[in-house]
């Protein structure tokens, strides 16, 4: 089974040095759902076992590959 870490970006915690990087509104709340969705597809197939991480990566866990979220957004529309 492969076992495969999917990080939100802008999650809390977040890393050293970037807690300051908040994102644009909604921004948290789209990487989530996405990283969300993937975790549990990942989890459906037998073959893998997805793992989610907040924006702090805990260099303690053992993966065999990772997808990094990130969403880019503008605070005014126009």
Same mark, same amino acid.
């Given at each position: 089974?492969?076992?495969?870490?999917?990080?939100?970006?802008?999650?809390?915690?977040? +890393?050293?040095?970037?807690?300051?990087?908040?994102? *644009? #509104? =909604?921004?948290?709340?789209?990487?989530? $759902?996405?990283?969300? !969705? %993937?975790?549990?597809?990942?989890? +459906?197939?037998?073959?893998?076992?997805?793992?989610? *991480? #907040? =924006?702090?990566?805990?260099?303690?866990? $053992?993966?065999?590959? !990772? %997808?990094?979220?990130?969403?880019?957004?503008?605070?005014?529309?126009?």
């Amino acid at each position: 089974m492969k076992r495969i870490l999917v990080q939100a970006g802008h999650q809390r915690p977040l +890393q050293p040095g970037h807690e300051t990087q908040t994102g *644009a #509104p =909604g921004e948290v709340e789209l990487v989530t $759902d996405i990283q969300h !969705a %993937l975790v549990s597809l990942l989890n +459906q197939d037998p073959d893998f076992h997805g793992i989610p *991480a #907040p =924006g702090l990566l805990d260099r303690n866990v $053992d993966v065999d590959g !990772a %997808l990094y979220l990130h969403a880019d957004g503008l605070a005014a529309p126009s």
